[in-house]
Structures are given as C-alpha cells and as structure tokens.
Nanobody
Framework: QVHFVESGGGLAQPGGSLRLSCAASGSIFSINVMGWYRQAPGKQRELVATITNGGSAHVIESVKGRFTISRDNDKNTMYLQMSTLKPEDTAVYYC???????????????WGQGTQVTVSS
C-alpha cells in the first residue's frame, strides 16, 4: 500500500503562485503514474495533471501554461507548480498514483487529506 501526503496549499491572490508537494511512502514500486487531482465545492474530483516514472507530463487544458507537474524520484515526491492562479482554481488538491488506468479514472480506495488552495483577492 502507498500513502500520500499533500502540502503547500494556502491563500493566494489572483495571478499569484503556489507550489504543492506530494510525498509518497510505502510500496512505491507499484507506482507507474502519479497524478494531481482537485475537488471544488459542490463538484466532482477531477484529474489535473499526470506524470509517469519516466517524466512524461500532461496537464488538462484549463491549466495548460499555468501549472507544471514534476517529480523527484530520489525523494519520492511530486510537485505541482501553480502560477497565474485564478479563482476557479480554488479547490482541495489531492495526489495519488498507481497504474495508468487507475490514475485516469481516479479509482483509488484511499486518499490523503488533501491541501486547500484558495484563490481570492
């Protein structure tokens, strides 16, 4: 089993930046792909960005050019650099990882506590 701990959220002004971190522990050898997800109030959790073991990264269209996903395999940590933040980026951000199909479907039994990102002036 793999455990994930998210951190780095907070309050940011529109146009500001935040950097989220996701620390993984446990059976990390089972992780092929890691992903960042977010859930805004009253909405379903959505996949925001993914990154493979080899470093191939993808983000959804609405954050393209503003968010960058990266990982440090030596530290078992993944990051989400968020810039030019918008109020619609406000959500609880979660991370998770596993095989590709599970990451795309968000089909995980266990989630971390997430980290709150609030974008407001």
């Amino acid at each position: 089993q793999v455990h994930f701990v998210e951190s780095g959220g907070g309050l940011a002004q529109p146009g500001g930046s935040l950097r989220l971190s996701c620390a993984a522990s446990g059976s990390i050898f089972s992780i092929n792909v890691m992903g960042w997800y977010r859930q805004a109030p009253g909405k379903q959790r959505e996949l925001v960005a993914t990154i493979t073991n080899g470093g191939s990264a993808h983000v959804i269209e609405s954050v393209k050019g503003r968010f960058t996903i990266s990982r440090d395999n030596d530290k078992n940590t993944m990051y989400l650099q968020m810039s030019t933040l918008k109020p619609e980026d406000t959500a609880v951000y979660y991370c998770n990882g596993g095989v590709l199909s599970k990451v795309f479907r968000g089909a995980f039994d266990s989630w971390g506590q997430g980290t709150q990102v609030t974008v407001s002036s």
